[in-house]
């Protein structure tokens, strides 16, 4: 079995020099795979996607506004039309001396009257309309700047971010190459071939391995006590190296 050594010679200091190798290749995972996220752009997603659909509501809001408008000049030459005509009713009525005629025009007049009355009231109506649209108009152009500006602060972070993870990432790169430079050949050999299999060190505390957490029995205890203090242990459970 593993855990009786396998007579390779190591020395507590490379031993410590293995589990800060181990933190270090660990971190240096979490931070490749928090890279890769962040330069996925992935997060950005929702921002963009707001944006798509205020932009969308935008644009159906001006369409709204711009009808309003146009049906309010609609409305505007009507009431010129009818304002002409009572206009000229009047100069009729001012020229007539037929009682009959001047009945007539008369009549029209009220009609056209009431029918530039009815106008105004549109007209007045539909001007309070294209204010109200039109300030939602401008609330929406609103709420669309504020998401922009929270995409460009968010895509500058991711900037900077990424940068400072690059940043990171060479730091243990580097680290991790001396590392491995100044531990022992057929330790490192052992600690690579463990590692592809999860924890590849743990410290012994007490009766537990550090790797595993397993409680070892006494037997397995005495039998790693056997092992002399130069040599490299191994968990009777997980086979990771132990440190004593
Ligand atoms: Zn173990």
Redesign the pocket.
Known sequence: MGFRGDAVKVESVQLEALIELFDKQTELKKIRSEHEVLSSGAHLIQKQDDILAVAQEVSAQRSKVEDIERETKRVAGDLELVEKRIEKDLALVNQSTNPKDIQGIQHEMETLTKRKDELETIELEMMESIDDETSKLEQLLEHKRVLENELDSAKAASKSDLASLEGAILELEDKIGKLRASAPEDVLAIFDQRALRGVPI?KLLKST??????S?TSTALNDLHKVPGDELAR??????I?VR
């Not at 391995?209 to 397993?214: D, F």
């Not at 968990?235 to 990771?240: G, H, I, K, R, S």
């Open positions: 743990g391995c550090g790797a595993c957490n397993m070892l968990c009777p459970e997980c086979t990771a132990l």
